[in-house]
């Protein structure tokens, strides 16, 4: 179908900025996203949030901020990473969107703030992924969280993360989530596909900014076909969790989450794929210029209880 007349309203007028983030440094580009979040996004609901710092590896210290939804008892918890292109994004821009997550499905939300590149490169990010993931296997149970229930999840490159989480774990042994949550994924090494040249430029993700955000993450361009940076170059993804996957019509990124997609089902991977139709990259989080953002994270709420409270073999169990 056509682009969404409101964002093909919306495109126009952010055509009209005076300068792209890519011609931006990192610092002024994270000030002018957050400054957009607060435009083009509403408020989430009202839950209660608690700030939390755990160490990492290299000596750092890993922020975090758990958002408690209605959940009675030892609560599942999702286990969450922001979009940003390994760049930009934080606690901030994300807080709506996890807000309306613990709040509708209900859950526990944990959301990540990972070290962001240029100042932490690959795989600085997946990194802070996996302590975040250990710490909560050892210390959720402490916060009220029920570490047998959950689930991991994220858009963009916070799908990449989750997603990437997940084979690390299988291949470390540790216990699995049940389920992921994945919003319009980075999944590819290149960038070449037909949707990112026909969708390179003029439908909010340019793919100079891509470029530009990457080129800040990635040491080098071998670093490009590490599953842990385009999860498609894994050998292997038997045996991970089902995955709920949204897309976006009008994303550069929609044919690479098909292709990853598909490669999932082949490996026996359970996948609940929906394609947004006259969707943008990264609309789950414009509240404010389109309706379906509304939509969408109650589809993705529902899908989320769904696979957090049904019962499972004790053999398939976390």
């Known amino acids: 179908m056509p682009l969404h007349p409101d964002l093909d309203a919306f495109l126009e007028l952010a055509a009209t900025a005076p300068k792209p983030l890519s011609e931006m440094t990192a610092a002024d580009a994270r000030i002018a996203y957050n400054r957009s979040t607060l435009a083009l996004d509403t408020p989430g609901p009202r839950v209660p949030v608690e700030p939390l710092q755990f160490p990492g590896r290299d000596g750092g210290t890993v922020q975090a901020r758990l958002y408690r939804g209605p959940a009675t008892g030892a609560a599942p918890v999702l286990l969450f990473f922001h979009g940003g292109g390994y760049v ?3 606690l901030d821009s994300h807080d709506s969107l996890c807000r309306t997550l613990a709040q509708e499905t209900p859950c526990a939300v944990l959301a990540i703030d990972y070290r962001r590149a240029p100042e932490h490169r690959f795989p600085a990010a997946f990194h802070d992924a996996e302590d975040a993931y250990a710490w909560l296997l050892r210390h959720g149970a402490d916060h009220g969280l029920d570490t047998a229930r959950v689930a991991v999840g994220g858009d963009s490159v916070g799908g990449t993360l989750a997603t ?8 470390a042994g540790l216990p699995l989530p049940r389920h992921q949550l994945l919003l319009y994924p980075c999944t590819a090494a290149h960038q070449d596909s037909a949707s990112h040249r026909r969708l390179e430029s003029g ?5 100079r900014t891509l470029q530009w ?13 590490d599953w842990r940076f385009a999860p498609l170059q894994a050998h ?12 976006a019509e009008y994303d550069p990124l929609v044919d690479e989450g098909h292709q990853y997609a598909d490669r999932l089902r082949d490996a026996g991977v359970p996948v609940n794929l929906h394609v947004h139709a006259g969707m943008v990259h990264d609309f789950a989080r414009l509240g404010n210029v389109v309706e379906e953002a509304g939509t969408l994270r109650l589809q993705l709420a529902r899908a989320l ?11 398939s169990c976390p």
Do not use: H, W
Request: net charge negative.
């Open 88 to 90: 930009l994004g934080d």
């Open 164 to 171: 990437a989480l997940c084979i690390s774990a299988r291949e």
């Open 203 to 207: 439908f909010l993700l340019e793919r």
């Open 213 to 225: 955000m990457f080129g800040q993450y990635l040491r080098d361009e071998r670093d490009r076909l």
């Open 236 to 247: 292997d993804l038997r045996d991970l969790p089902p995955v709920t996957l949204a897309l």
């Open 305 to 315: 209880g769904a696979a957090l409270n049904k019962s499972c073999a004790a053999t």
